[in-house]
């Protein structure tokens, strides 16, 4: 059974930065992409970037420059790097697994980032 556990949110003036991790259990990291997700209160969840197994990255248009994605496979990790946090990025991130195998996807509890302006 795959578990991701999301950590590292928290509050922050505007302009600031956060480091958010997602842990997996099992054994799909490697060969899974990951993405990071977020959702704001009354809005639909929209994807901030994206990971592929072998470290390609993309990222939504509103954070690129600012946030970095990145994986460390030997700890079954993923982080985001936010810098320059603005208000707008007040939401609950997800963390979300892709199976290069099976195509099932797997998602976190979630961890809120709230930025003060």
């Known amino acids: 059974q795959v578990q991701l556990v999301e950590s590292g949110g928290g509050l922050v003036q505007a302009g600031g930065s956060l480091i958010l991790s997602c842990v997996a259990s099992?054994?799909?990291?490697?060969?899974?992409?990951m993405d990071w997700y977020r959702q704001a209160p009354g809005k639909r969840r929209e994807l901030v970037a994206h990971?592929?197994?072998?470290?390609?990255?993309n990222y939504a248009d509103s954070v690129k420059g600012r946030f970095t994605i990145s994986r460390d496979n030997a700890k079954n990790t993923v982080y985001l790097q936010m810098n320059g946090l603005k208000f707008e990025a007040t939401a609950v991130y997800y963390c979300?697994?892709?199976?290069?195998?099976?195509?099932?996807?797997?998602w976190g509890q979630g961890t809120q980032v709230t930025v003060s302006s």
């Open positions: 979300s697994a892709v199976d290069g195998s099976t195509w099932r996807t797997y």
């Open positions: 099992g054994s799909i990291f490697s060969r899974s992409a």
């Open positions: 990971i592929t197994s072998g470290g390609a990255t």
